[in-house]
């Protein structure tokens, strides 16, 4: 079992920078791969990075290559998400899950079995 809290939206002009974080509690951490998602007004849910458990593998989605970094610490069993160049589109509630390392990196919602209650990222223009 793994309680995520996720921290670091608020409001920011385009073109600015964020840092989200995500704060895991339970066993365990480095055994989970871990993700970002979002979600905006009237759209699905949909995947953003994704952290191996080792943070040697990452996955991004094309939107947002070259502009967002995941990391994460083990030791301080967190995962991070640096968010630069960010544009209004990038307006959303942003998750953070985890599933099991056993498993091959997911990039869909349904392959990820623990979430954090989301953090609203706002980009004015």
């Known amino acids: 079992q793994v309680q995520l809290v996720e921290s670091g939206g608020g409001l920011v002009q385009a073109g600015g920078s964020l840092r989200l974080s995500c704060a895991a509690s339970?066993?365990?951490?480095?055994?989970?791969?871990m993700g970002w998602f979002r979600q905006a007004p009237g759209k699905e849910r949909e995947f953003v990075a994704a952290i191996g458990w080792s943070g040697g593998h990452t996955r991004y989605a094309d939107s947002v290559k070259g502009r967002f970094t995941i990391s994460r610490d083990n030791a301080k069993n967190t995962v991070y998400l640096q968010m630069n160049s960010l544009k209004p589109e990038d307006t959303a509630v942003y998750y953070c899950?985890?599933?099991?390392?056993?498993?091959?990196?997911?990039?869909?919602?349904?392959?990820?079995?623990?979430w954090g209650q989301g953090t609203q990222v706002t980009v004015s223009s």
């Open positions: 339970g066993r365990s951490f480095s055994n989970y791969v």
């Open positions: 899950a985890a599933h099991s390392a056993a498993r091959a990196m997911g990039d869909m919602s349904y392959e990820y079995d623990y």
